[in-house]
């Protein structure tokens, strides 16, 4: 080097510490790079992208080539700024090269540029893929005995590299369409995440409890049965003999309607028109079940337990709305019995469902257990109140109002935990 002017030699070294530069953007930048929206691009054609995922499609290669590269710059360099301190400083030279150079490599060459590559890793990985692809060439026998060795280290501390996991879990899934933010709109972001969440919800969660069927009695009186017929809202009437557990079957308004545009119409040709019943068993994953009523060509069901028992009625729009939400579907107007009150305390029907409560108000009581809030309050106290009082269950405050039927029918509840954060702001 003596020959080479130090004006000369501080542009190579300026050079120098430009490679080394791209080389440590080039490795946070295709590091840094979503993998699923690089899949996507190269998918849709994008010649660039298409480079970068075969260079990681074996990353152990692409590290060993940028390492190789940016280890040797890097020592040119320093062995250059010795020679140029050297000259300068005279037997200082050593020193000022050492800490000089440090500062300026960490600044210039590790720091920024690998921070522009986390924030921009497209704009930085898909220039230099070019680059890497062209020096793998030569540098394939070097970079393949660094990796031969590398392998073998991690062989003897038992990691296998064959064992990578690509795929999104669940909850990763959940999480990213939560981060989605303005990419995806609310309201499909709350219909993608009840997808995924069919699989923890049980028809059990959504039926609707036997008690709460409306069905007709096919031993009643023949006109009682031609009235709630021509009166009934609902698309499939049960009908049934005496109790719901004998039941009959479905019948559809528009067979009804059809018989009774006929003047033979009597209780047996009403049986005939009636469809067999679909048993579901309790505790059946909403996915699983759409998925039946799908391959079946079935809307509707009677959910049943261990023993036979009927314990309520599953409709394919009840699975539905759990991923779109709620739409009416009959003449029935929606009547809301979950009133606020100025406290901010809630009177609430006891017979509501503890999910749909927490979905409706955010609350947090517990889900584990009793589908309804009134299950929930006769769980916690072990016996039927024979009186109004107060009780806490999680961080709610409910005030029972109202018994009948051996049934709580109106509690008042109030959330604690979000009282607490009223009075501290």
């Not at 296998?160 to 879990?169: A, G, P």
């Not at 759409?290 to 060509?297: A, E, G, I, S, V």
């Not at 409560?357 to 072990?382: A, C, D, S, V, Y």
Request: proline share 4%; with cysteine; hydrophobic share 45%.
């Amino acid at each position: 080097m003596d020959d080479i002017s130090t004006s000369t030699l501080l542009i190579i070294l300026a050079v120098l510490i430009v490679t080394s530069a791209f080389f440590s953007s080039s490795e946070t930048g295709m590091m840094s790079l979503n993998k699923y929206r690089l899949r996507h691009l190269a998918q849709s054609g994008n010649g660039s992208a298409r480079r970068v995922s075969r260079l990681l499609e074996r990353p152990d290669r692409l590290i060993g080539l940028i390492l190789i590269g940016n280890n040797l710059v890097n020592i040119a360099a320093s062995a250059i700024a010795t020679v140029v301190c050297i000259r300068v400083f005279g037997d200082y030279g050593v020193a000022v090269a050492t800490f000089g150079l440090t500062v300026v490599l960490l600044i210039f060459a590790e720091v920024t540029p690998k921070t522009l590559a986390a924030y921009f890793p497209e704009k930085i990985a898909f220039p230099a893929s070019y680059v890497l692809s062209a020096l793998l060439i030569p540098f394939y026998p070097f970079v393949w005995g660094l990796n031969l060795i590398t392998n073998l280290v991690l062989k003897l501390f038992r990691i296998n590299l064959d064992n990578r996991q690509d795929s999104l879990t669940h909850e990763e899934l959940r999480t990213v369409v939560n981060e989605a933010g303005a990419l995806i709109p609310r309201r499909h972001q709350d219909m993608l995440l009840s997808v995924l969440d069919l699989e923890n919800v049980t028809v059990d969660d959504i039926m609707i409890p036997r008690n709460d069927i409306v069905g007709i009695d096919i031993n009643n009186d023949w006109k009682d049965i031609i009235k709630q017929l021509t009166h009934g809202t609902h698309t499939r009437i049960l009908l049934y003999r005496d109790t719901i557990d004998d039941a009959v079957g479905f019948v559809h308004s528009r067979d009804v309607l059809r018989l009774l545009s006929k003047t033979q119409f009597s209780k047996e040709t009403l049986l005939r028109a009636v469809r067999e019943i679909y048993f579901v068993p309790e505790g059946t994953p909403l996915n699983v079940q759409l998925l039946k009523f799908q391959r079946n060509k079935i809307r509707i069901g009677l959910v049943v337990d261990e023993y036979g028992d009927i314990q309520g009625l599953i409709t394919l729009e009840d699975i539905l709305e759990e991923i779109v939400g709620d739409f009416t579907t009959t003449m029935e107007m929606p009547v809301d019995n979950n009133i606020k009150q100025a406290d901010g305390s809630y009177l609430v029907d006891a017979g509501s469902s503890i999910r749909d409560l927490n979905k409706q108000f955010k609350w947090k009581l517990p889900e584990e257990g009793p589908r309804t809030l009134n299950g929930l309050i006769l769980e916690h106290l072990e016996e039927i109140p024979t009186k109004p009082l107060c009780i806490k269950i999680s961080d709610y405050a409910l005030e029972i109002l109202e018994i009948k039927d051996n049934m709580v029918k109106q509690v008042k509840v109030s959330n604690l935990a979000a009282k607490k954060r009223w009075v501290k702001t």
